[in-house]
């Protein structure tokens, strides 16, 4: 691959196809038959357990087995399919990464139900951002799938009649997925990493608007920024790249979804969330963007123990209610024990007239009492290792903005956060 990693000779765009052949040979032929039409060169990863398929792959059940460290056998006699397919994610995870760092796979596409799912996606995250990766599965779009197996750039398509043999409706979706990998191969483009990338977190722009000023401001200083939509999946993808030290700095400014998963809401990051930079060692400045609220599906009727509380209905999709003042102190030893876990430089910047565009006074989620109480309880909880630095404005002014860039350039200037590239 060239620089952009964009595929050096066009004709030879290997695509590796990962699935259970004892069970779907004919959904995966008909995938290597189209990738191939559409210009691809497909190689099949088969990742059966109990019998080979009626094809002969590129990789067969043995060959995992020994990427796994293991023989078939200690896989079929392991216990039950649960342990059997976790041994052969292992072994299809190191196969697949071995392949791609040798160039010999420019992209993949996984197939299955909720047991191949779930070793599709394992093998999904071993290939790096950038890398085309598709996944065909019966339960995609589910809240089966935990977001933290979800790679940042993992593209999915639902299976639609597609428990058992093709059909019509299966022949359209498949072909549709080989088509969109072999196209993501030849054109797509990977990071070029010409410029130090500094993560940062968002809800929306109305909500939040914070960026609308430090994102030119940090583009001017010679940075790329990139801003996460924190609506669970968001943040989830923020967090994977955190784990792969993939910033150079963290502006963390919404953390809202911490809140979302300690209250157990579908609209989660996962249990790490605001964890992983700090794991890292990246430079993290963190603020609580919209901490007051707890987000639920708007399309759900409210659940009882929110009832009564103030709403806000953002649109069809996604409503708010407003945490208790308890609650908001609760949350705050819990962000503070996550951020404990950085071993980073950290910092925590304090807005004292609000955290959202929705708590201003006169709109539905005002509640002077709760902030206070939030702002008291974080500045005893944090750790001294932290830096804690209030600042009196509302997270949306420019106030705020400015002294966040205020601490970055100290930062710069100090050495702990690289400089710019022109």
């Not at 649960?82 to 992209?107: C, F, V, W």
């Not at 019966?138 to 059909?167: C, F, K, Q, V």
């Not at 990071?191 to 500094?198: A, F, H, S, T």
């Not at 700090?278 to 007051?292: E, N, R, T, W, Y």
Request: charged share 20%; hydrophobic share 40%; glycine share 10%.
């Amino acid at each position: 691959m060239d620089y952009n990693g964009k595929v050096e000779d066009p004709n030879d765009i290997a695509i590796l196809i990962v699935g259970t052949g004892d069970t779907k040979s004919a959904e995966l032929v008909f995938i290597a038959e189209t990738v191939r039409q559409a210009g691809g060169r497909p190689i099949m990863m088969d990742v059966s357990v109990l019998k080979d398929p009626p094809y002969v792959p590129e990789y067969s059940r043995f060959d995992i087995a020994e990427s796994a460290g293991v023989s078939m056998d200690d896989i079929i006699h392991s216990g039950d399919e649960n342990t059997s397919m976790a041994l052969m994610a292992k072994g299809a995870m190191a196969l697949a990464e071995r392949l791609y760092l040798q160039g010999d796979i420019h992209g993949a596409v996984l197939l299955g139900g909720s047991m191949g799912t779930d070793l599709a996606l394992d093998v999904a995250a071993v290939l790096p951002l950038g890398v085309p990766k598709l996944l065909i599965s019966t339960i995609a779009h589910s809240h089966l799938l935990p977001p933290e197996r979800i790679s940042p750039d993992l593209m999915t398509i639902l299976w639609s009649g597609g428990l058992y043999g093709l059909n019509e409706i299966c022949r359209c979706i498949l072909s549709q997925a080989a088509g969109a990998i072999v196209g993501a191969a030849r054109h797509g483009c990977r990071p070029r990493k010409e410029k130090p990338l500094v993560g940062m977190t968002s809800l929306g722009s109305s909500c939040l608007s914070y960026m609308k000023i430090l994102k030119p401001a940090l583009e001017q200083r010679g940075y790329d920024v990139a801003v996460f939509h924190s609506t669970g999946m968001g943040g989830r993808a923020f967090e994977a790249i955190a784990a792969q030290r993939g910033f150079a700095a963290v502006l963390d400014f919404c953390i809202q979804e911490v809140s979302n998963h300690h209250h157990g809401t579908v609209v989660t990051s996962g249990a790490d969330r605001l964890e992983n930079a700090g794991l890292a060692g990246i430079p993290q400045i963190v603020a609580p963007g919209a901490v007051d609220m707890i987000d639920l599906p708007a399309w759900q009727a409210i659940p009882e123990h929110f009832a009564g509380r103030p709403y806000h209905a953002h649109n069809r999709l996604l409503g708010s209610v407003t945490s208790t003042v308890e609650q908001r102190r609760e949350l705050a030893r819990v962000i503070a024990g996550k951020l404990a876990k950085g071993t980073g430089p950290r910092a925590f910047l304090l807005p004292l007239s609000g955290v959202q565009e929705w708590d201003r006074e006169g709109e539905p989620l005002h509640d002077p009492d709760g902030h206070s109480a939030f702002v008291e309880e974080i500045a005893v909880s944090l750790p001294d290792d932290i830096h804690l630095e209030r600042v009196e404005s509302h997270i949306n002014a420019p106030e705020f903005s400015a002294r966040a860039l205020a601490l970055f350039d100290s930062w710069v200037a100090k050495g702990v956060i690289p400089k710019g590239q022109p």
